[in-house]
């Protein structure tokens, strides 16, 4: 979509558009500005969503199928507790599953299936993008026609699990109809399933556990699993242990997949713009949970651009969505009067039932705010976001590794370096809240624009 298209689609903001389009004079010369001003940061956008070009040059050759890579693989999967990208990169690992043959049936996604299954709930068909629908799928089914509609922050992939259990088929991979599990955010939980899942896969129950999370990851990759582990969306899995670097693991069982630099990218961007000197940081209280929000990385780019961290420790990764809203919200509250702008880590206080709330603080005391998570924020009020809003690549590229390993192929040989297609969002209304008008660059570049805030008319 062209600049012009979008902003003339943003029918709600007739004042905005009327801005924009009386400097359109500006546009040429400002791409110019883009390629400068954003290059350090945005240049992983043009590259391939899964790195094969990484992967060829540094894995080791193909080998032969054993007995063990023909036979069917089955598959376990952890989390630490249900949530809501947790449900969509399994939406997207089963889609790409099915586009290499590797299962007959997957839930419908980049695809001209009309029909979605009888029994799969409405939050799985909510993780669907508005943009894989296709004029054999022209819209979601009623009652979920309302446009930008989202998953609900506690969405569980249980269900989808059990769907692809009775229904993947194919002589691959068997999702064990009892091999999922979830923690419900209960660190005693996690780890007596820990102990059953060592157990299971000891008495040769299963091939493969699917690690969705860094506590997840953490739980699995130890010394006394020997059997294939997959680690997928940690948000810093260096940071937390999970691998010794980008590229292998460092153990021959373990695959993490590691998308380097998004946070520092991230952060610099948001710098760069503001040239703010404190950055007002929530984070949970426990150590897990600050590995999980990527600490060490925020911490260390601080350093090197020479602003200082504002911290707020609070419970926010708790099974308790409505308190983990509360804490955050009080946590912002404070921030948002000692510093110049917000970070707004992925935790699960982010919930969008309560977001009228968290934003209340930053837009009082007119605070730039950037969402870690991405433009499922932006859209809710969020000012700006950089991340990845299609799950569909990421699926990709861990099919091709299961592939690989399917092959015979040692997971921790594969590389593990994913470049994802990042996505740039900016919430125009709350710009115009806080009082910041975005330079042409800035607006050149935007991929997703919003124009409604919770809370705001």
Request: with cysteine; glycine share 6%; proline share 6%.
């Given at each position: 979509m062209t600049f012009t298209t979008m902003v003339a689609a943003k029918n709600s903001a007739p004042a905005l558009k009327t801005e924009i389009t009386s400097r359109t004079w500006r546009l040429k010369a400002a791409m110019f500005v883009v390629f400068l001003f954003f290059s350090p940061f945005l240049y992983p956008l043009s590259l391939p969503s899964v790195a094969l070009s990484q992967e060829a040059s540094s894995r080791p050759a193909p080998v032969s199928p054993s007995k063990d890579a023909i036979r069917p693989w089955r598959v376990i999967y952890l989390q630490a507790g249900p949530y809501r990208d947790y449900l969509m990169n399994l939406v997207g690992l089963s889609s790409a599953l099915k586009e290499l043959n590797l299962v007959e049936k997957a839930f419908p996604y980049l695809n001209t299936e009309a029909k979605f299954p009888d029994d799969i709930s409405h939050d799985i068909v909510l993780s669907i993008p508005n943009h894989a629908y296709t004029a054999d799928r022209p819209k979601r089914p009623d009652?979920?026609?309302?446009?930008?509609?989202?998953?609900?922050?506690?969405?569980?992939?249980?269900?989808?699990?059990?769907?692809?259990?009775?229904?993947?088929?194919?002589?691959?991979?068997?999702?064990?109809?009892?091999?999922?599990?979830?923690?419900?955010?209960?660190?005693?939980?996690?780890?007596?399933?820990?102990?059953?899942?060592?157990q299971r896969l000891k008495r040769d129950e299963a091939d493969m556990v699917i690690a969705m999370g860094t506590a997840a990851s953490q739980a699995?990759?130890?010394?006394?699993?020997?059997?294939?582990?997959?680690?997928?969306?940690?948000?810093?899995?260096i940071a937390a242990g999970l691998t010794k670097d980008k590229e292998f693991s460092g153990r021959d069982n373990v695959h993490v997949q590691v998308e380097s630099g998004k946070l520092e990218r991230q952060l610099t961007m948001f710098h760069n713009l503001f040239k703010f000197k404190t950055l007002g940081v929530p984070y949970d209280s426990t150590e897990e949970g600050r590995k999980t929000m990527g600490v060490e990385t925020i911490e260390k780019v601080a350093q090197e651009k020479g602003f200082k961290i504002i911290s707020c420790f609070t419970n926010l990764e708790i099974p308790d969505l409505?308190?983990?809203?509360?804490?955050?919200?009080?946590?912002?509250?404070?921030?948002?009067?000692?510093?110049?702008?917000?970070?707004?880590?992925?935790?699960?206080?982010?919930?969008?039932?309560?977001?009228?709330n968290i934003l209340a603080p930053i837009i009082a005391y007119g605070r730039p705010s950037f969402s870690q998570k991405g433009p499922v924020e932006t859209r809710l009020g969020v000012?700006?976001?950089?991340?990845?809003?299609?799950?569909i690549?990421?699926?990709?590229?861990?099919?091709?590794?299961?592939?690989?390993?399917?092959?015979?192929?040692?997971?921790?040989?594969?590389?593990?370096?994913?470049?994802?297609?990042?996505?740039?969002?900016?919430?125009?209304?709350?710009?115009?809240?806080?009082?910041?008008?975005?330079?042409?660059?800035?607006?050149?570049?935007?991929?997703?624009?919003?124009?409604?805030?919770?809370?705001?008319q």
């Amino acid at each position: 979509m062209t600049f012009t298209t979008m902003v003339a689609a943003k029918n709600s903001a007739p004042a905005l558009k009327t801005e924009i389009t009386s400097r359109t004079w500006r546009l040429k010369a400002a791409m110019f500005v883009v390629f400068l001003f954003f290059s350090p940061f945005l240049y992983p956008l043009s590259l391939p969503s899964v790195a094969l070009s990484q992967e060829a040059s540094s894995r080791p050759a193909p080998v032969s199928p054993s007995k063990d890579a023909i036979r069917p693989w089955r598959v376990i999967y952890l989390q630490a507790g249900p949530y809501r990208d947790y449900l969509m990169n399994l939406v997207g690992l089963s889609s790409a599953l099915k586009e290499l043959n590797l299962v007959e049936k997957a839930f419908p996604y980049l695809n001209t299936e009309a029909k979605f299954p009888d029994d799969i709930s409405h939050d799985i068909v909510l993780s669907i993008p508005n943009h894989a629908y296709t004029a054999d799928r022209p819209k979601r089914p009623d009652p979920l026609i309302k446009e930008n509609i989202e998953p609900s922050q506690e969405a569980d992939a249980a269900q989808l699990w059990t769907w692809l259990s009775k229904n993947a088929g194919g002589d691959r991979l068997i999702f064990l109809a009892d091999g999922f599990y979830s923690a419900d955010w209960d660190d005693v939980k996690l780890a007596n399933i820990k102990v059953e899942i060592i157990q299971r896969l000891k008495r040769d129950e299963a091939d493969m556990v699917i690690a969705m999370g860094t506590a997840a990851s953490q739980a699995m990759i130890c010394d006394d699993i020997t059997k294939a582990v997959l680690s997928v969306s940690a948000t810093d899995p260096i940071a937390a242990g999970l691998t010794k670097d980008k590229e292998f693991s460092g153990r021959d069982n373990v695959h993490v997949q590691v998308e380097s630099g998004k946070l520092e990218r991230q952060l610099t961007m948001f710098h760069n713009l503001f040239k703010f000197k404190t950055l007002g940081v929530p984070y949970d209280s426990t150590e897990e949970g600050r590995k999980t929000m990527g600490v060490e990385t925020i911490e260390k780019v601080a350093q090197e651009k020479g602003f200082k961290i504002i911290s707020c420790f609070t419970n926010l990764e708790i099974p308790d969505l409505e308190k983990s809203s509360a804490n955050l919200t009080s946590c912002l509250k404070r921030l948002s009067e000692e510093s110049e702008a917000i970070y707004l880590t992925v935790n699960n206080g982010m919930a969008p039932e309560g977001m009228a709330n968290i934003l209340a603080p930053i837009i009082a005391y007119g605070r730039p705010s950037f969402s870690q998570k991405g433009p499922v924020e932006t859209r809710l009020g969020v000012l700006m976001s950089l991340a990845e809003d299609d799950f569909i690549n990421s699926g990709r590229f861990e099919a091709k590794v299961i592939e690989q390993i399917l092959l015979g192929q040692k997971p921790g040989n594969i590389s593990q370096h994913y470049v994802a297609p990042l996505t740039l969002a900016l919430n125009i209304k709350m710009a115009m809240i806080i009082g910041w008008d975005p330079p042409f660059e800035v607006l050149a570049a935007i991929d997703q624009l919003f124009d409604q805030v919770a809370g705001q008319q």
